[in-house]
C-alpha cells in the first residue's frame, strides 16, 4: 500500500481508525505533536482519576488503606500483574508490578545468575542501555569475579541493528545468562524473542528480556515461547507517569527459585505479618519483591491498564505498524535527500513502536522540532527518534509533524541551533 501524504488521506485515516476515541481520553496539549511516548506516555484521564482514588483512600482510611478501600494497597501489586499478563502473554502469577528496570534487572541477576564451573559468563549486546550494562557489571563483580572478562557483548557490524548470527556468536558453553532487549532503544529494531530464547536454551542458557520499548506496544507470548525472565518500566507506553511502577515476569517453571535480593513484600502475604525472621516466599511472582510497593506511583496503572484492556494490544500494534511505516515511508520519498538515513528496519516483525532517523545534526534537528511544537527525542550521538502513539497520536497530527520536518529540512532551520545535546534529552 501506497501513501499519498496529503491532508485528505490523514483525515481519511483518521475516520477510519476505531482506536480514534481514546484520543479523547488523553490529555493533549493544543498545538502539540507529541512524539515521546516511548520515553513518557502522557497522562490519561483515568490514570489521573486513579491516583485520586488512591489519595483518597488514604485520607479516608489512613492504614486501613491496605485492605480497604477500592484498591486495597496490600494486594495492588499482584491484581496490576495479573492485569497486565495478556500484555505479555503471561500466566496471571507470572508478572508482578514492582520496582523500577534497574532494580528489577537486579533482582532477576541475583536470582538467576550462579557461575558454576566454566558456565561464569553473562551475554549481552553492545547496543544495550547503559543502565542494564551497569547492573550486569555490578552482578559480575557482586560474585567476586571480573566484569571485563565475564561481560561479553554481541558486536554490530553496522552500529544500530543486531542480526541473530551476531548475537548466536556469543552464545558459547561458558555463558550462564543470555540479557537482550525486546526492542532496541536506539535504532528501534525487534529482536526475534521466540528465536533467539530457542537458541540460548539449546546451549543451555538462561535468557531474560528487557521489555522497555516493547511493553504496551507490541505483543509477546514469554510464558510460551519458554522465556525465563522479563523486566519494564510502565512510565513509556503504559503511560504510567514519570518513575511510575515498573513489573517483571517470571517463568513459572522459576517459581521455586529463592529470590536472590529478600524482602519482606516477597513473603506469601499470610505470614508476612508473622514477622518470622524465616523467609517463606510468595508462590508467584510476588516472590521477587523487595520492600513496601510505592502505592501513589502504581496508582496510574489502574487507569492505564483499564484502557489497554478496552483497545486490546493487537489493535494497538495495528495501527501503531500503520503510523510507523507512514511514517518510513515519508522519509524514504521526502527527508532521505537531505541526508538523513532512517536506521528502523523495514519489515513490520523487525521493528517496534518507533522511527529512529540519523543525521550528524541530530540534536539540533530535534531543538527546531521543538520550536515546532514537535516532541521528539535525541539519543545521542545522532539518532533522532520519532513515536506515535496509538492511543493518541491521530494521523493529523502525523501529518502536520511531517510536513513541519520536511520544512526544517528544507529550509536547514536546525542551524539557528547548536547541535549539543540538552542535560535531558
Ligand atoms: C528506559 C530504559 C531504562 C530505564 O531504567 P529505569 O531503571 O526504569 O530508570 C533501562 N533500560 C532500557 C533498555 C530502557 O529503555
New binding site residues.
Partial sequence: MSFTFSREEAVLFDQQDELSAFRDQFYIKEGQYYLDG??LGLLSKKAEQAVLSLLDSWKNYGIEGWMEGEHPWFTLSEQLGEKTAPLIGAKPDEVIVT???????HQMLSTFYQPDGKRTKIAADEL?????IYTLQSQIKLKGLNPDIELIKAASDNGTTLSIEEIDRVLTDEVAVLLL?S???RSGQLLPMKELTKRAHEKGIIVGF?L??SIGAVPHELHDWGVDFA???N??YMNNGP?GT?GLFIHEKHHDRLPGLKGWFGSNKEKQFDMAHTFTKADGAGAYQIGTPNILSTAPLIGSLELFEEAGIHNLRKKSLHQTQYMADFFEQKLRSFGMKKVTPSADEDRGGHIALQHPYAAGICKAMKAEGIIPDFRAPDIIRLAPAAFYTSYQDLYEAMQKIQRIMETEAYKNYSNERNVIA
Avoid: M, R
Fill in positions: 516511548n520515553s520496582g523500577s528496570i534497574t532494580v528489577n534487572l544495550n542501555f547503559p543502565s542494564d532487549p526492542v532496541l532503544y528487557d522497555a520499548h523486566v519494564w518500566c512510565y513509556k518513575g515498573g
